[in-house]
């Protein structure tokens, strides 16, 4: 076989499991950053640094807010069928070109990456984050080589063309390009709904494990954190009902 079929293969099958590299980036994040608490001299921030530490894991929350509004923007602006969250086969009815999609190939996933990173940073552990890039770049590198294959075949030159001026991942913000279709808060909503939710129980479940690995209770918690995921989590429950019982979110062509 070659390579390149290889490499189709590969990112196929990953793109059809792609939601298991979250859980695998949580088990080991969260035991790493117990383990951080339990053993404070293997934090990367040493001595003087420290007076940094409670800043530290609002901007690792931070990097996830903009992970989370690099996707809330691209899905925001596309048309149905298209930068979805499915896992059985690639979609895509029309090319995205604009918006995000002018400055760079993979939005989306730029987006996942920026989510994902900030809490593998909350671990403190510096080897994890250089796995944790490299692991990604090679997860994401095949499913994005699958995915621009089924681009490719599918909108033949205009693809083509498409891509060969916009970088596949690192944003070429000079080109951007304002998007075709307007912002659409409903698609987000019936999209993106978890995404907040997930990020907040995610960090409130690492600072209230921190607190009572540190002879502290959940009390000791960050309050932005707790309290956040009880909005959230409220939302959610909303949104879902909304979705499922409702058609308030639905919105033609997208």
């Given at each position: 076989?070659?390579?390149?079929?290889?490499?189709?293969?590969?990112?196929?099958?990953?793109?059809?499991?792609?939601?298991?590299?979250?859980?695998?980036?949580l088990?080991?994040?969260?035991?790493?950053?117990c383990?951080?608490?339990?053993?404070?001299?293997?934090?990367?921030?040493?001595?003087?640094?420290?007076?940094?530490?409670?800043?530290?894991?609002?901007?690792?929350?931070?990097?996830?807010?903009?992970?989370?509004?690099?996707?809330?923007?691209?899905?925001?602006?596309?048309?149905?069928?298209?930068?979805?969250?499915?896992?059985?086969?690639?979609?895509?009815?029309?090319?995205?070109?604009?918006?995000?999609?002018?400055?760079?190939?993979?939005?989306?996933?730029?987006?996942?990456?920026?989510?994902w990173?900030?809490?593998?940073?909350?671990?403190?552990?510096?080897?994890?984050?250089?796995i944790?890039?490299?692991?990604?770049?090679?997860?994401?590198?095949r499913?994005?080589?699958?995915?621009?294959?089924?681009?490719?075949?599918?909108?033949?030159?205009?693809?083509t063309?498409?891509?060969?001026?916009v970088?596949?991942?690192?944003?070429?913000?000079?080109?951007?390009?304002?998007?075709?279709?307007?912002?659409?808060?409903?698609?987000?909503?019936?999209?993106?709904?978890?995404?907040?939710?997930?990020?907040?129980?995610?960090?409130?479940?690492?600072?209230?494990?921190?607190?009572?690995?540190?002879?502290?209770?959940?009390?000791?918690?960050?309050?932005?954190?707790?309290?956040?995921?009880?909005?959230?989590?409220?939302?959610?429950?909303?949104?879902?009902?909304?979705?499922?019982?409702?058609?308030?979110?639905?919105?033609?062509?997208?």
């Amino acid at each position: 076989m070659a390579l390149q079929e290889e490499f189709e293969q590969q990112g196929v099958w990953l793109f059809k499991y792609r939601s298991n590299l979250p859980i695998i980036i949580l088990v080991l994040g969260y035991a790493l950053y117990c383990y951080k608490e339990l053993h404070p001299e293997t934090y990367f921030l040493k001595g003087e640094q420290l007076w940094f530490d409670p800043y530290f894991e609002m901007i690792c929350f931070g990097v996830c807010t903009l992970g989370l509004l690099i996707r809330v923007y691209t899905v925001g602006h596309t048309p149905r069928f298209t930068s979805g969250r499915n896992t059985e086969e690639q979609v895509a009815e029309t090319l995205n070109t604009t918006g995000l999609y002018s400055t760079l190939r993979h939005p989306l996933y730029l987006g996942n990456f920026l989510m994902w990173w900030g809490l593998a940073l909350l671990t403190g552990n510096i080897w994890f984050n250089i796995i944790f890039i490299l692991f990604y770049w090679l997860y994401y590198e095949r499913i994005m080589f699958a995915e621009e294959q089924f681009l490719r075949r599918k909108f033949g030159e205009k693809y083509t063309s498409w891509a060969e001026g916009v970088p596949a991942f690192i944003p070429a913000l000079g080109q951007f390009v304002k998007p075709n279709l307007s912002f659409s808060w409903k698609k987000v909503l019936k999209k993106e709904k978890n995404g907040l939710f997930a990020m907040f129980i995610l960090f409130c479940l690492f600072d209230i494990s921190g607190a009572y690995l540190n002879g502290g209770t959940y009390r000791d918690g960050n309050l932005f954190f707790i309290y956040g995921t009880v909005l959230t989590g409220l939302s959610y429950v909303v949104l879902k009902f909304l979705k499922k019982k409702t058609q308030i979110l639905e919105q033609e062509g997208r």
